[in-house]
């Protein structure tokens, strides 16, 4: 089956919808393998899901790594339907919300009180503005992906000098980095707001040490473990690595893919919200908090992430194999839930053409594999499923053989 109807929904998608337009003319052609990648999904169930031509996708991007139970996951969209039913807003608090705020505080490490807001960036940006509130400085720094919002968006395009002016970032893994900027801006330094770990991992001491200078300086410390919370332990690395930040941001497998995140913490830093402007009409809303609560029980009742971890380093091996096999210049990374394959083909312009060659082959096998963005296993998948998936890698190793990519011989005969 093709493409052909997605392609024909984009053409009209692009007149009108901005996303879309931004998706065809800068997104979509250094991002995803162009012409090959389905752009309009129609459906998806478990660990799978269906695009408008009818192709079916293994799933391993699981919308940007929220779906963590699988898709249309029955005991979440079922407490969402009964909340939906009941009429879900009224602006009012409804009890749920204070159910769901005590689940995290036992979950979460450092969790003494709780707030629930709706995007990732919500939450990160509602962690900044307390601190600055809270400290009484306005610097900021921060590493990693933190949202759109001023202080942390990837362009500058847009934002004010000022604004910026105001933030800076350091080298992962290099407490030399974070030591310097927290020197030259002594006592002018509100909070470092950081991802725990992105693709590389922490080194051994290095988050330790993030907290000890943070507390040296009088800095709050936020961990961003919108990626890293509900799936690389269901107290996110926080729990995983036996570091505890001042504040923490949580998002993305909290609800299996419904919008609401949350920041818990310190209650003297999150009682700040008295004196600072923070709020949206939708806060209240209980539809995607009966989410959040289905998912967090459901998460904490089985043994669920286990199983992404066991399925995910099934993956790492499967693929660390091929790599060996076919002597090529890529590494397999990454935590085993949230897995991703680097290619170190001489340089980012080469990297991305080795990779339209590769992952023009597996999206074919119909397994979808982000080329640039952490993958995402669900407690959906099967053994199957990632040995099919690993099978479609093979044939993405074939294709960059095909394509020149891997010059010498084959460890063995594959
Ligand atoms: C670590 C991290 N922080 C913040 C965000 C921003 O979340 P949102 O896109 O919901 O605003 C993301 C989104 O990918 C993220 O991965």
């Known amino acids: 089956m093709g493409l052909d109807h997605s392609f024909e929904l984009d053409r009209r998608a692009e007149q009108i919808d901005a996303l879309a337009a931004k998706r065809?003319?800068?997104?979509?052609?250094?991002?995803?393998?162009?012409?090959?990648?389905?752009?309009?999904?129609?459906?998806?169930?478990?660990?799978?899901?269906?695009?408008?031509?009818?192709?079916?996708?293994?799933?391993?991007?699981?919308?940007?790594?929220?779906?963590?139970?699988g898709h249309a996951d029955p005991d979440v969209?079922?407490?969402?339907?009964?909340?939906?039913?009941?009429?879900?807003?009224?602006g009012l608090m409804k009890p749920i919300q204070?159910?769901?705020?005590?689940?995290?505080?036992?979950?979460?490490?450092?969790?003494?009180?709780?707030?629930?807001?709706?995007?990732?960036?919500?939450?990160?940006?509602?962690?900044?503005?307390?601190?600055?509130?809270?400290?009484?400085?306005?610097?900021?720094?921060?590493?990693?992906?933190?949202?759109?919002?001023?202080?942390?968006?990837?362009?500058?395009?847009?934002?004010?000098?000022?604004s910026r002016a105001l933030v800076d970032t350091f080298t992962y893994n290099d407490l030399d980095s974070l030591r310097a900027l927290l020197e030259r801006h002594r006592g002018r330094i509100a909070c470092v707001v950081m991802m725990p770990f992105m693709i590389e991992r922490p080194a051994p001491g290095f988050l330790e040490g993030v907290r000890e200078l943070t507390c040296e300086h009088g800095t709050l410390l936020v961990f961003d473990e919108i990626r890293s919370g509900f799936r690389l332990a269901i107290g996110g690395a926080q729990e995983h690595y036996g570091v505890t930040a001042d504040l923490v941001t949580l998002s993305k497998a909290f609800a299996n893919g419904y919008a609401i995140s949350a920041l818990t913490g310190r209650a003297d830093v999150l009682r700040t919200l008295d004196t600072v402007h923070i709020s949206s009409t939708y806060y209240a809303n209980a539809d995607a908090m009966a989410?959040?609560?289905?998912?967090?029980?459901?998460?904490?009742?089985?043994?669920?992430l286990e199983r992404v971890r066991q399925l995910g380093e099934r993956l790492q091996s499967g693929l660390r194999e091929l790599v060996a096999t076919y002597r090529a210049p890529m590494e397999v990374v990454g935590?085993?839930?949230?897995?991703?394959?680097?290619?170190?083909?001489?340089?980012?312009?080469?990297?991305?053409?080795?990779?339209?060659?590769?992952?023009?082959?597996?999206?074919?096998?119909?397994?979808?594999?982000?080329?640039?963005?952490?993958?995402?296993?669900?407690a959906a998948t099967t053994e199957q499923d990632i040995d099919t998936a690993v099978r479609a890698a093979r044939s993405g190793f074939e294709a960059l053989a095909r394509d020149g990519w891997l010059a010498g011989e084959r460890a063995e005969a594959v």
């Open 335 to 378: 935590h085993p839930p949230m897995p991703f394959l680097d290619f170190g083909f001489g340089g980012e312009e080469r990297d991305q053409r080795a990779k339209r060659s590769f992952y023009a082959a597996t999206i074919r096998e119909g397994v979808f594999l982000h080329p640039n963005h952490h993958w995402f296993v669900s």
């Open 24 to 69: 065809k003319n800068v997104i979509a052609s250094d991002q995803m393998v162009e012409g090959h990648y389905p752009i309009f999904a129609d459906r998806a169930q478990g660990a799978h899901f269906w695009d408008v031509d009818g192709n079916k996708y293994l799933d391993f991007f699981l919308s940007y790594g929220t779906v963590i139970l």
């Open 98 to 162: 204070t159910e769901l705020i005590s689940e995290l505080l036992e979950i979460i490490p450092g969790a003494e009180m709780g707030m629930l807001l709706k995007t990732g960036s919500d939450a990160t940006g509602a962690a900044v503005r307390l601190c600055r509130a809270f400290t009484g400085r306005d610097r900021v720094v921060r590493w990693g992906y933190n949202g759109w919002h001023d202080w942390c968006a990837q362009w500058d395009h847009g934002i004010p000098a000022v």
């Open 77 to 90: 969209d079922e407490a969402v339907v009964r909340e939906i039913r009941r009429g879900f807003a009224t």
């Open 291 to 304: 989410a959040a609560l289905a998912t967090v029980r459901k998460l904490r009742s089985g043994k669920h």
